[in-house]
């Protein structure tokens, strides 16, 4: 017990300390899904972020968040349509790499763990449906990496590129 308590204090001194970050985020998002053997193409979609970054002590941190983000995807050839809505908690490690004095990059790397709370399927005769609904739906529980690379201008512009691929299925059929 007093060990929790002491691992506790110390993350709490860390996680409060004078030197933490927070940043917010908000950013179009690309998603892709193959599903029933047919690609789905992705459409521009929010996302919405905010993190919480525990330096170290050195150019590295670690970082947290939560995210809500919107996923739009369409098959051409079927017509069908989905969108999904999810929310989205984050764990990176990060490192701060300073090329010159205007000029930095920053590799994110880490997980997250993802719950989808809404979205609908569109079908090519207008009907519209729950994605999540019956034994052919989606998973509403995701959990996967979460990566990114942040380019930053004059320690005011950032440019960022990431990708988060899933470690699961998210067809309940999981033969797809």
Known sequence: MKKLIVLVALLATAAFSAQAQIRVEA?????????????MNAKIAPRISAYYLIPTGIAAGVEVGLAYAMYSVE????????????IQLPFRGTFEWEISENFSLTPMLGFYLGCA??????????ITTDPF????????FDFGTDDELVFTFGKKFDLSLGIQKSFLNLCKDKTV
């Not at 950013?27 to 690609?39: E, I, M, Q, R, V």
């Not at 709370?117 to 207008?126: A, F």
Request: charged share 20%; hydrophobic share 30%; net charge neutral.
């Open 27 to 39: 950013a179009g998002n690309l998603g892709w899904y193959t599903l029933d053997n047919f690609k």
């Open 75 to 86: 098959n051409e050839t079927t017509g069908v349509k989905m969108s999904i809505s999810n």
């Open 117 to 126: 709370v809404g979205g609908k399927t569109t079908l090519v005769n207008g």
């Open 133 to 140: 609904d019956g034994d052919g739906g989606m998973q509403r």
